[in-house]
């Protein structure tokens, strides 16, 4: 533990109060935020829905971001892992905090009937040429660290410490953050004492936040499962090894791996999302290709579910007559994985109480999650890093329209962004000068 952070969880209550104003009366940085909305952000924030990038594809974002923040003074670094971009300010002595915010989008064809929806297209890092949309929020998230790297440089005589600012590539495949840690992000740069980060939900009520005081999101797998059997014609299946058979059923039988193997206690996932074999009605082919994802909330439950479907498959093949020579090929993704985002709770504490503080009468909410998504913002704050990390929600969708609102990931997917960005700023700054005050 450093000198600052132990600071913080010991002092944590001098911390929360640190940051001016000291009163919800005093809201001379929520009008701040709401002016440059009005003046910058509202269109920053549609241009970047109207042109949004693939993962490790996020070239022209990326130089935007990196354009904006060097305006407001940053010493910017682009190209970290690829398409990543790292900003940082140093002012005075104390506590390194990170704040980050994701930038890629998502190969959909946008049909939210928006104004500025997206008609994009780009050629994807599979050489695939893809209809793309924000279908995430992650346009909310990169218009937001822009207002809050003004706001912050605005207020450089009420923090001290080192402020970095991360806009990072390929969340969605789970592998940005791992390559912008593979690439020095803590080696060449200041390594953070805290990091926060926040994500649009389209399942809460806009502008509400929800900061969770330990597990933020799950662990995710990539898996394939590769079925090899002996095609043959489909009216004489005795001649062959039906993979079309052998992948059923095993699809049937990995769901036995958490109903009857993981305690009734721990949340965990197996979708199978994906499976293509065959070529005709009447061919038994001799292949089938399966992609599943994997979901647990600790290391635990995710070895034990990983290691069923190596267990499940085989068993399968084996109970199907497969010969030792076909068995199915379990390919574990060694770049769409992620660990469990898991917030350090007394940091959490700290914020929460921050937001309650600061924020708007009933900004704070409590509400259960909704699903097993997951986040690769748990690289940058894994065990072996010592970054204590909080990560938090900040509600999209008028609370009237949240019954009918269109998930996360679907064509229809859209948000109600003013309410998003400047609650986000508002609560990313707060977070950010209450880990950093001024002595």
């Keep these: 533990m450093t000198a600052h952070s132990f600071k913080i ?75 990543g971009v790292v900003a940082v300010m140093k002012n005075g002595p104390g506590p390194t905090v990170m704040l980050r915010a994701d930038m890629d989008g998502l190969p959909l064809k ?28 992650h346009d909310t998230h990169i218009t937001a660290l822009v207002g809050e790297a003004r706001q912050l440089a605005r207020l450089k005589d009420k923090w001290s410490g080192t402020l970095v600012l991360i806009a990072q590539p390929a969340e969605e495949r789970i592998s940005g953050a791992r390559d912008m840690m593979k690439d020095g992000l803590y080696k060449r740069f200041p390594k953070p004492d805290y ?140 770049t769409e994985t992620t660990p469990p985002t898991i917030n350090d709770t007394p940091t959490a504490a700290i914020i929460k109480a921050a937001f309650e503080k600061t924020l708007p009468a009933g900004t704070v909410i409590d509400a259960p999650r909704s699903g097993m998504g997951a986040e690769d913002f748990a690289y940058f704050v894994a065990p072996d890093t010592g970054v204590k990390g909080v990560y938090f929600q900040v509600g999209g969708t008028p609370e009237k329209d949240i019954a009918t609102a269109a998930p996360h990931h679907s064509p229809f997917f859209k948000i109600t962004p003013e309410p998003v960005i400047e609650s986000g700023i508002e609560a990313m700054v707060v977070g950010a000068m209450t880990l950093m005050p001024k002595e």
């Design 110 to 137: 946008e049909q939210s009937g928006l104004a500025y929806a997206s008609a994009a297209r780009q050629v994807d890092i599979a050489g695939i040429d893809q209809p793309v949309m924000h279908a995430c929020g």
């Design 195 to 334: 990091a926060l980060a926040f994500h649009v939900a389209a399942d809460k009520p806009a502008g509400k936040i929800v900061v969770p005081q330990a597990i933020a999101y799950s662990s995710s797998d990539s898996v394939d499962i590769h079925v090899h059997g002996v095609g043959t014609h489909g009216a004489s299946p005795h001649k062959g090894i039906d993979t079309v058979l052998v992948a059923s059923q095993i699809v049937v039988s990995l769901q036995s791996i958490v109903s009857r193997n993981i305690d009734p206690l721990e949340p965990g996932v197996i979708t199978v999302g994906s499976i293509h074999g065959g070529v005709k009605h009447n061919i038994i082919g001799d292949r089938v290709d399966m992609q599943l994802t994997v979901r647990a909330d600790d290391e635990a439950t995710r070895e034990k579910l990983l290691d069923g479907i190596d267990r499940v498959a085989k068993g399968v093949a084996i109970s199907l007559g497969v010969p030792k020579d076909k068995m199915p090929e379990v390919v574990r993704s060694a």
């Design 9 to 83: 969880s010991v002092l944590s209550a001098a911390a929360i109060f640190a940051f001016a104003p000291s009163s919800r009366a005093d809201d001379s940085l929520r009008a701040a935020i709401a002016a440059d909305y009005q003046q910058n952000l509202k269109a920053l924030f549609i241009h970047f829905h109207e042109n949004p990038e693939l993962s490790f594809k996020e070239f022209k974002t990326s130089a935007r971001i990196a354009q904006e923040l060097r305006a407001l003074g940053f010493d910017v670094t682009e190209k970290v892992g690829g398409t």
